[in-house]
């Protein structure tokens, strides 16, 4: 007979079998919700980072390549400043040779500007007009000569200036050269990505080197440098000014008379060439519109005939009609069409006449205000042959009486060299 075998172990009750597998799946589930947590949290921690990183390095990048614009434009000012300073060195170092070669006095005849006032008497209406180069003429008639006391006080200001030039220059070319050496390395920083293989840990790349300065101090620096190259190279401006008028005194008053002359004179021509070039311009212009106002006119007259035609017509369809007989006298669309085109057309031909009335008036202003244009124009042509005759005249105080060869005949007003094609109209009118 067979027995039952029992397994001497404790036995669990079935609430503890329960509650032992609820237990198992519940931690399971809270492991998992952990665990998924920790993922998402390390996956937003690796976005986060990432993007730090990204936009650390590129605003980093932005931060040189700003950097590296703001210390170019500094080398292009300086590059400015250097090139104006070497000009400003060579223009005083000329004007104090000029000072040094320009110690002998000239004497100007004084008929020569007698001779322009007189031939500039010779203008004619409007032109007749104290101007500029009247004024500087009788100032001519009226100047003698300068003292040359200052001149050699003026070269030793030029040799000092000259001297302190070079010194600006020094520091400005030191800063220059230090904003290049800068430029190549931030350059080289730029230029570096994660794949270039000359990157590396180093060690403390954080530290503050030994003698480093702040962005201001940086700034003052460069700054100070131009604008001691700047007040410098204006002070030397001042003393080439000086010195300039230093020359012309020493040389002859009536020289530097002679200039402001020529220059009123030159000035003078430019500003009449101007404007007859602009009178020219407004005479072509207006026979143009002339020509094109006489062509409005006859198209005007023409459809003025024509609407004639039309309106004769439409009276002649109309007369015609009233001719219909008994009821079929009656007042239909077309009768009402013929009778509107009537009062279009009249109201056509009434437009037409005023305006081409109007058209005729302007036409007739049009011809007086080119005829007031043609004899501005011929004076001016005057105007300016005289001032160039008087031109021609005044090269008597810069060429020798051997060398003198008029280019303009005085009586005749004819011309000994090839003119401009204004200058050759201006001769004609004249």
Not at 94 to 105: F, G, T, V
Not at 326 to 332: G, I, K, S
Request: aromatic share 4%; proline share 3%; glycine share 2%.
């Amino acid at each position: 007979m067979a027995t039952l075998s029992v397994k001497p172990s404790p036995r669990f009750r079935l609430p503890d079998w329960q509650t032992n597998s609820y237990l198992l799946s519940t931690n399971a589930e809270r492991q998992r919700d952990a665990s998924h947590q920790i993922r998402q949290e390390a996956r937003v921690l690796r976005n986060e980072t990432n993007n730090q990183t990204i936009w650390d390095e590129h605003d980093n990048r932005t931060r040189l390549a700003e950097r590296i614009n703001t210390v170019n434009r500094w080398k292009e000012m300086l590059d400015k400043c250097l090139t104006d300073l070497d000009a400003e060195i060579d223009a005083l170092a000329q004007m104090k040779e000029s000072a040094e070669q320009n110690l002998q006095a000239k004497n100007l005849p004084l008929d020569v500007a007698i001779e322009c006032l007189t031939l500039r008497e010779s203008r004619r209406d409007i032109d007749v007009v104290k101007d500029p180069v009247e004024e500087e003429l009788h100032k001519e008639v009226e100047v003698i000569e300068a003292t040359k006391k200052a001149l050699q006080q003026k070269i030793s200001q030029a040799f000092e200036k000259l001297f302190l030039l070079q010194e600006a220059r020094q520091q400005l070319n030191s800063d220059h050269r230090g904003k290049m050496e800068t430029l190549d390395i931030d350059r080289g920083c730029l230029s570096l990505n994660l794949k270039s293989p000359n990157i590396s840990l180093k060690i403390n790349p954080t530290r503050v080197p030994s003698g480093s300065t702040t962005l201001q101090q940086w700034d003052d620096f460069s700054r100070f440098n131009k604008d001691h190259g700047e007040a410098e190279m204006k002070r030397a401006i001042e003393l080439r000014e000086a010195i300039a008028l230093t020359i012309a005194e020493t040389n002859n008053e009536l020289e530097a008379q002679r200039v402001a002359t020529e220059f009123a004179f030159r000035k003078r021509l430019r500003e009449m060439e101007k404007l007859y070039s602009e009178l020219k311009w407004q005479e072509k212009n207006t026979l143009e519109e002339i020509a094109e106002l006489q062509e409005d006119i006859r198209h005007l007259e023409e459809d003025l005939r024509r609407k004639l035609q039309n309106l004769k017509l439409c009276h002649t369809r109309l007369e015609a009609r009233t001719y219909r007989p008994n009821v079929e006298l009656c007042r239909d669309q077309a009768q009402y069409g013929l009778t509107d085109e009537v009062h279009q057309l009249e109201a056509t031909i009434a437009a037409l006449k005023q305006k081409l009335a109007q058209a005729q008036d302007a036409l007739d202003a049009l011809y007086k205000h080119l005829a007031r244009l043609q004899a501005d124009i011929a004076c001016k042509a005057n105007s300016m042959l005289l001032d160039t005759k008087c031109m021609d005249t005044r090269r008597k105080l810069t060429v020798p009486a051997e060398k003198f060869v008029p280019e303009v005949d005085t009586f005749t007003r004819t011309t000994n060299r090839t003119l401009s094609p204004l200058k050759t109209c201006q001769l004609e009118l004249a």
